[in-house]
Nanobody
């Protein structure tokens, strides 16, 4: 069982930056691939970024590639999402998720554990 708690969301102007954190409970965090997803009002949840258990492989949605960076610190049981050059269309609730398999997945139904989400609002 893994419990995930996101933090770091907030209100930022377009062009600004935020860093989201996701703290995980449990001693097996390093065995999980981790992902970030987001859901905007009236839209389906979408993939943002993912990182393998070792941190050696990452993947990004085209909409955030070059602006967002996912990373993890297994010693701290934490995964991060650094978001730069934010746009109003990045406004959403951001969720982190854990996948018991070591590889990366872009599909939310393949993740086993989810956090409660953190709101990111980008003003124009």
């Amino acid at each position: 069982q893994v419990q995930l708690v996101e933090s770091g969301g907030g209100l930022v102007q377009a062009g600004g930056s935020l860093r989201l954190s996701c703290a995980a409970s449990g001693r097996t965090f390093s065995r999980y691939a981790m992902g970030w997803f987001r859901q905007a009002p009236g839209k389906e949840r979408e993939f943002v970024a993912a990182i393998s258990w070792s941190g050696g492989t990452t993947s990004y949605a085209d909409s955030v590639k070059g602006r967002f960076t996912i990373s993890r610190d297994n010693a701290k049981n934490t995964v991060y999402l650094q978001m730069n050059s934010l746009k109003p269309e990045d406004t959403a609730v951001y969720y982190c998720a854990a996948d018991r398999r070591p590889g990366i997945s872009w599909y939310d139904n393949e993740y086993d554990y989810w956090g409660q989400g953190t709101q990111v609002t980008v003003s124009s």
